[in-house]
């Protein structure tokens, strides 16, 4: 028989262990707690001093824009990768802004703030499907991802104190790819997305930084992450290496130095590659590359003797496009100081400018090697884009000046059969050489004239004319069919057709294409014809090598199509042309094959030009194990990289109704399109005296 002590002890034991588990949960729900009080509280603060420092519904919808960044600050914290967190900035985009603003913005709370509501909503962050992200599962993916319009609710609920709780998950703690989900239980009205991608509306917000794409179901996520890892790589081996130097050479670890740059150390490679770090939202290697430019970036004080094509397409439109990105005075302002520079070099009897001009002297001349002092059209054809924005942004109107003067001495010229010769005399005002090429020396004249008419919001329609006039002309007399169906450009050399076609040439398939899908004329369907067969031999031009990366040139005769017959033609220097054209292909048409062959090119990229210390180009592209080149080209991280980026990306990473890109691939805002333009505002004139 039990006694009433016996009968005591197991009750005591259970009473032990009923007070340890509750104590057990007493104390995890206090530490939740405190991380997610701390949190809130965090947030409130900044919510009450942001409030009370704003002077405006502006303000106030910046410090939503604020919460939001601080809620995605601590994630990252939780080793969650910064391009999973790609909404960051949506609530910092200036289109948003303006949305926030059309909306009745919450009153300024006065410190300290009221007492949150229990469970208006609770912020969850879970984790991205696993699996493949490709574009078939992203699709399925696109559920898990938090829309905008709950980030914005989110924002809002934050900022009203509606927050009861925060909660992160261990397992998101552990999670290396990781993504965002809400619950809400809030009847807060939902917001309407933006399409556009997203850009930090300062320079010097730590936490404002990057582009968003707001439809997953349009990334391609393996591969653009694959592509960026590239991006990181090349980089990281730059900085390593050649930090401050113009390029890199990876097989013997230290700079390249001369080459087009010059003797100087221009950092060519960083102003190149600044944007598609950006765009990329490679935040840390970004602010690296912009230090190094406020610190050292000048061309004071030396003598270097600059390609004014070069130096305009890479280093001006380089700044241009930062400047438009982020709004950054820094990038303005070096963008005039270069431009500045290159300016003695348009004083010539015809305002036609010479190749190359001295820093320090300002002293100009022309190559020797191009046909009796000429200047080169692909060279002078090449400054408008840079040149008019320069002169909108700046509110000068001297550079626009200057390529209009470009484009008249062009426009009223006699052109020999409707086509522009790559050489013109910019003392007399007369064609060199008769050669005419769609490749070296003459493309990207062709390219301005069509992006010229697009950057200016259309209304530019001499320069559509010009270019609508060029490519008919160019079809009919260059633009050839082999005996096999391929469609390819050739040059023409007097009265003679040379079949032979320069990788450089494969940009245009992309530029027929987008001429096509610009205006509706009776050309349409021919530029489209022509865009897509150019774009589909450069592919035969790859895919006909044991390398499957293109040479430089390649041609077309009754034993050979689509290849180079010459040794010097052999040749792959991670030239980005041919998938230029597989972008603008792949986002006009959205054919699957534009996309699958952008990756072909990169596994290609990954097989031969890689190394351990970066990318190089190949000798021979028809050897299986051909020789390295030992240089990494700046444009690779401009242009290559960021269209093989841009074509596993959704539509709305810098969509092509906003954006226009410069022949190095920095894209340029579209006037009366695109919020980023950033017009200087123009002087009123002076009030009337009396
Ligand atoms: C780039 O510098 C530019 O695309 C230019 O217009 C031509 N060639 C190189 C890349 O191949």
């Known amino acids: 028989m039990c006694s009433r002590k016996c009968f005591r002890m197991p009750t005591l034991v259970i009473c032990g262990v009923v007070l340890t588990i509750v104590l057990v949960c007493i104390t995890g729900i206090t530490l939740t707690n405190s991380i997610n009080i701390s949190n809130i509280v965090k947030l409130r603060e900044k919510v009450a001093s942001d409030s009370a420092a704003a002077n405006g519904g502006h303000q106030a919808a910046q410090t939503r824009a604020a919460l939001v960044e601080q809620q995605y600050s ?156 590239m991006m990181e790589h090349a980089w990281h081996n730059y900085k390593l290496y050649a930090w401050g130097k113009n390029e890199l050479r990876p097989l013997s670890q230290r700079p390249h130095s001369g080459s087009i740059f010059g003797s100087y150390d221009l950092g060519a490679t960083i102003v190149d590659g600044l944007d598609t770090l950006y765009i990329m939202g490679l935040e840390k290697e970004y602010r690296e590359g912009r230090d190094w430019i406020e610190r050292k970036f000048s061309l004071d004080n030396i003598s270097a003797e600059l390609s004014v094509f070069e130096t305009n397409i890479r280093f001006v439109g380089g700044m241009l496009t930062l400047y438009a990105f982020t709004g950054d005075p820094l990038y303005k302002e070096k963008a005039q100081h270069i431009a500045d520079k290159l300016l003695p070099a348009f004083q010539t009897p015809t305002g036609i400018p010479y190749a190359l001009v001295n820093t320090k002297t300002g002293m100009a001349k022309n190559y020797g090697w191009a046909s009796g002092g000429s200047s ?172 499957q990366l293109g040479p430089e040139a390649f041609r077309f005769s009754d034993a050979a199509e689509a290849r180079a017959l010459r040794s010097q033609e052999k040749y792959y220097i991670l030239r980005p042309e041919t998938f230029e054209s597989y972008f603008v292909l792949w986002r006009l048409t959205h054919d699957q094959k534009y996309r699958d062959w952008g990756w072909e090119a990169v596994l290609a990229l990954e097989k031969h030009c890689r190394t351990a210390h970066g990318y190089c180009g190949l000798r021979n592209v028809y050897q299986q194990e051909p020789q390295k080149d030992d240089v990494q080209q700046s444009f690779f991280l401009a242009e290559t990289l960021k269209y093989l980026y841009l074509l596993f990306s959704d539509d709305s990473v810098l969509p092509l109704d906003e954006w226009v890109f410069n022949t190095e691939a920095h894209p340029l805002p579209i006037k009366g399109a695109n919020i980023y333009y950033r017009q200087a505002p123009v002087a009123l004139p002076a009030p009337n005296a009396s």
């Open 74 to 229: 601590t994630l990252q914290q939780h080793h969650m990768s910064k391009s999973d967190l790609n909404y960051i900035s949506a609530a910092t985009h200036p289109k948003n802004l303006q949305r926030l603003l059309a909306t009745p913005a919450p009153a300024p709370a006065a410190p300290p703030p009221p007492p949150a509501p229990p469970n208006k909503i609770v912020i969850e962050i879970g984790l991205r499907n696993s699996g493949s992200n490709d574009s078939a599962s992203s699709a399925s993916g696109a559920a898990n991802l938090m829309p905008m319009p709950h980030m914005l609710q989110a924002a809002d609920a934050l900022l009203e104190g509606n927050v009861d709780s925060i909660s992160l998950p261990a397992a998101v703690v552990a999670a290396t790819t990781t993504t965002t989900t809400t619950t809400t239980t809030t009847t807060a009205p939902a917001r309407t997305t933006s399409t556009a991608m997203e850009f930090a509306t300062t320079s010097d917000d730590p936490l404002v930084f990057g582009i968003a794409d707001h439809n997953p179901a349009g990334i391609q996520f393996e591969r653009r992450a694959h592509v960026k890892q």
């Open 376 to 547: 080169i059209l692909s060279e002078f054809g090449t400054l408008h884009l840079e040149f008019a924005y320069l002169s909108d942004i700046t509110g000068n109107p001297l550079y626009r000046e200057r390529v209009q003067t470009i484009r008249q001495v062009l426009k009223e010229i006699e052109k020999p059969k409707g086509l522009y010769p790559n050489f013109l005399n910019p003392k007399t005002g007369k064609w060199g050489q008769l050669h005419m090429s769609l490749g070296a020396l003459g493309d990207s004249y062709y390219e301005y004239l069509l992006k010229a008419w697009l950057q200016s919001g259309q209304t530019d329609e001499e320069a559509r004319d010009m270019y609508d006039e060029a490519m008919v002309a160019i079809m009919d007399k260059m633009v050839r069919t082999s005996p096999n169906g391929l469609t390819y450009v050739s040059d023409l050399k007097f009265d003679r057709l040379e079949h032979k076609m320069d990788h450089l040439a494969c940009f245009s398939g992309g530029l027929f294409a987008l001429g096509a899908a610009t205006r509706q004329n009776e050309h349409t369907d021919k530029y489209m014809d022509v865009g897509k067969g150019i774009t589909n031999t450069c592919h035969e031009s790859y895919v006909r090598t044991p390398t």
